[in-house]
């Protein structure tokens, strides 16, 4: 198993809305990815990115940085023919995940967009989790993403955004340094521009973490030993609305039916 060193590098910069960075080394000493605290979420902003992934060559890596060309045109406009778009010996992808700039030489101030608030973002399906674990406490995600590129993970309660990057299939995993409390967790995955903006996003994702059983996206279920807490309950109440409705519209008739037999049956003997 390969030896994951983790390093701080705190952020001084007051135009970076972020309290800390966290970088994992591979062996070589390459930067693999990246974890950053967020104190302060940025507004929703107006992005025109409107990439259409069907039928385009989402895997080519002419460079071979780890950024597939379609990214690096797409969402970095970065030079796909270059590792270092600058000529600057760091590789485009290594300045992205350390919160720089890949196309100046000035420091970029990254504002980290909410997903969670963002409605313009394009939806992909291929964005997403499939299989979370606890590893020693620790919460283990793996998912997908688009080939060759960077994928961010959020997890509001914990203000952490955390990039990974993805193989040549889109695959990646990753373990979130953080304790992860128990209860519902909401997590989003999304694809940012070097500036923090939300170019697309997956569905969300909730994750419940019972010590160290974690499950996706659970289905409602009642426990009397807890009693029902109030994410439950507007769950419950939201996707079960019409259900509720025509259960008591139909209970009442009952009841009505049987007051009005009771009622009838009364009259007759008198």
Do not use: C
């Amino acid at each position: 198993m390969k030896k994951i060193i983790l390093t701080i590098l705190i952020l001084t910069s007051t135009s970076v809305i972020a309290d800390e960075r966290a970088v994992r080394l591979d062996d070589n000493q390459n930067i693999i990815s990246s974890e950053v605290i967020v104190t302060e979420f940025d507004s929703n902003r107006e992005l025109e990115v409107n990439f259409d992934i069907n039928e385009q060559d989402l895997v080519t890596d002419s460079d071979m940085d780890g950024l597939s060309d379609f990214v690096e045109e797409n969402v970095y406009y970065t030079d796909a023919s270059k590792v270092s778009t600058l000529g600057d010996f760091k590789d485009d992808r290594v300045k992205i995940l350390l919160g720089q700039d890949p196309l100046s030489e000035a420091p970029l101030g990254v504002k980290y967009e909410d997903v969670k608030e963002d409605t313009e973002s394009k939806i992909l399906d291929i964005l997403a989790i499939n299989e979370v674990s606890v590893l020693d406490g620790k919460l283990s995600l793996k998912g997908t993403g688009l080939p060759n590129s960077l994928t961010s993970i959020f997890i509001h309660d914990l203000n952490l955004v955390a990039t990974v990057v993805t193989d040549e299939l889109g695959d990646w995993e990753y373990v979130i340094s953080n304790d992860i409390s128990d209860g519902k967790h909401d997590v989003y995955i999304g694809i940012l521009n070097a500036e923090g903006s939300v170019v697309a996003k997956g569905e969300k994702v909730v994750i419940k973490k019972d010590n160290s059983l974690v499950e996706i996206n659970p289905g409602f279920s009642f426990d009397f030993r807890i009693g029902m807490d109030a994410d439950d309950f507007y769950e419950f109440v939201f996707k079960y609305f019409w259900f509720l409705v025509f259960g008591v519209i139909i209970l009442g008739s009952l009841v009505a039916g049987v007051l009005v037999a009771v009622y009838e049956t009364g009259k007759g003997k008198e």
